[in-house]
């Protein structure tokens, strides 16, 4: 398939789970990625993953929880017509249990770093009249559990923001969009899968953990023209997601 074809996207925490994902199913369909991560071994082992099935696709690193950073992503990448903010760190520990530091590093990564991007990326997107963003979210955004705070509101916080940014650049032909997803399979979430197997698959009414694959399908809609009246929306994308809390 060729209808993302003569468009670049970049996909931030490419390199493993979800944002990996996300980036095949775009190459797929013709865009030029631009993969985002820290590893360089892992990001060449997609890179050449993507080409291997006729794709196109290059690695920038960086490291997101750096404001400096960040802003160099942005230059590096250079013109985007698809902005993927997936990456994102997670630490579920109690509220006395977090630390400055941790509070700030979760804020930093899963809030600021899209705003910087969205901030430096999007007048190129409105400039040519055409664009698209998606923010992966998270459930634990919207339903609350007795661990995960910072991440919580630091997810929360992207909701906000994408509902705002649909309305700043919406006018313009940029959509913003998001997505809200449930427990996935993915090397971050294996500890906690295995440590609480049953009660992970039982927080859904489908019975079951979700794969990355199901989320990039989502954002591959989300960016594509079958979306195009799709803007400012979060998609719940979790299996029928249950409360968390005790009863």
Same mark, same amino acid.
């Given at each position: ?6 468009? !670049? ?11 990996? @994902? ?26 050449? @993953?993507? +080409? ?8 920038? +690193? %960086?490291?997101?929880? %750096? +404001? $400096?950073?960040?802003?160099?992503? @942005? ?20 509220? =006395? ?15 600021? +770093? ?5 901030? %430096?990326?999007? =007048?190129?997107?409105?400039? /040519? ?9 998270? !459930?634990?955004? !919207?339903?609350? @559990? ?16 994408? /509902?705002?940014?649909? !309305? $700043?650049?919406?006018? %313009?032909?940029? /959509? ?10 993915? =090397? ?52 029928? $997601?249950?409360?968390?809390? =005790?009863?």
């Amino acid at each position: 398939m060729s209808d993302l074809a003569g468009k !670049t996207a970049l996909v931030t925490g490419a390199t493993a789970g979800i944002g990996r @994902a996300v980036a095949m199913r775009l190459a797929e369909h013709g865009a030029e990625v631009v993969v985002h991560g820290r590893d360089a071994v892992r990001g060449a082992e997609l890179v050449s @993953a993507i +080409a291997d099935k006729g794709g196109r696709a290059r690695f920038v +690193a %960086a490291d997101l929880s %750096a +404001a $400096e950073d960040v802003e160099r992503l @942005a230059r590096d990448a250079g013109p985007v017509d698809i902005l993927v903010n997936n990456a994102g760190i997670y630490e579920f520990a109690t509220t =006395p249990g977090t630390s400055a530091e941790s509070f700030d590093r979760h804020l930093a990564i899963n809030t600021r +770093a899209p705003f910087q991007l969205v901030a %430096a990326l999007a =007048p190129g997107m409105v400039a /040519r009249g055409r664009g698209a963003v998606v923010n992966v979210s998270s !459930t634990a955004a !919207t339903i609350v @559990a007795p661990v995960g705070a910072a991440y919580g509101a630091s997810k929360a916080a992207l909701e906000t923001l994408t /509902r705002y940014w649909a !309305t $700043e650049f919406g006018g %313009a032909g940029l /959509r913003v969009n998001g997505v809200s997803s449930g427990p996935v399979r993915t =090397p971050g979430t294996e500890p906690m899968l295995e440590a609480f197997p049953d009660a992970m698959d039982q927080t859904n009414a489908r019975g079951r953990i979700g794969d990355p694959e199901e989320i990039a399908d989502v954002v591959l809609f989300l960016v594509g023209e079958s979306s195009s009246y799709v803007n400012g929306a979060v998609v719940s994308v979790h299996g029928g $997601e249950r409360s968390l809390l =005790p009863g």
